[in-house]
């Protein structure tokens, strides 16, 4: 499955099922992991081409922000708790690799998404 699908078949599918779940995670996988292009139109119809990752080695050489190692203690109750609201609001958050910060899209509104490199 492409990573455009990916997201199409995120948008469509029912948030509280288990299928849901591997989707996103599959998704946060690839983001960590790659430097990812998506093309969105965002809520003020403004369409937006953006390049991201998650990648913890890229975000923390490029950016002053507070970011948690995947896999330590540090990820903590707050965290989790966004992640689940992103979750339920069908948006994922990713680092913009040309502002260096943190933005988010929904997954209806992608129109393109494809890996750039992988990280």
């Given at each position: 499955m492409s990573l455009l699908e990916l997201i199409k078949e995120l948008a469509d599918c029912p948030v509280n099922s288990n299928e849901y779940g591997s989707m996103y995670f599959e998704l946060k996988t690839t983001l960590a992991s790659n430097m990812v292009h998506v093309e969105f139109v965002k809520k003020n119809?403004?369409?937006?081409?953006?390049?991201?990752?998650?990648?913890?080695?890229?975000?923390?050489?490029?950016?002053?922000?507070?970011?948690?190692?995947?896999?330590?203690?540090?990820?903590?109750?707050?965290?989790?708790?966004?992640?689940l609201r992103d979750m339920n609001n069908r948006l994922i958050r990713c680092f913009d690799t040309e502002k260096n910060e943190f933005r988010s899209f929904k997954f209806e509104s992608v129109q393109d998404a494809y890996v750039i490199e992988e990280l």
């Open positions: 119809g403004e369409y937006r081409l953006m390049d991201c990752t998650n990648n913890y080695t890229y975000i923390s050489r490029h950016s002053n922000a507070s970011v948690s190692k995947p896999g330590h203690h540090d990820e903590d109750e707050e965290d989790m708790n966004l992640m």
